[in-house]
């Protein structure tokens, strides 16, 4: 029988969500072993001279814990 945990952690990017959404993984998976899936919670971006210059997303990550 498996048991997962999810946890939520946040990640930003100057290039884009699919980057920040990369990064944020990457950086999880360093720490985190057996990462299942993530689910996207929120995106928010910084705003600054009326353009986009990072975007932010909240990610729930979910990973199997070891038997």
Known sequence: MSVAR???ITSASTVGVED???KGV???????DN???VWVQDINCK????????WLVNM?????LKD
């Open 6 to 8: 999810v946890t939520e």
């Open 20 to 22: 920040a959404v990369k």
């Open 47 to 54: 705003v600054e001279n009326g353009s986009i210059s990072e």
């Open 35 to 37: 990462i299942k899936s």
């Open 60 to 64: 729930k990550v979910t990973f199997v």
């Open 26 to 32: 990457e950086r999880a998976n360093e720490t985190l």
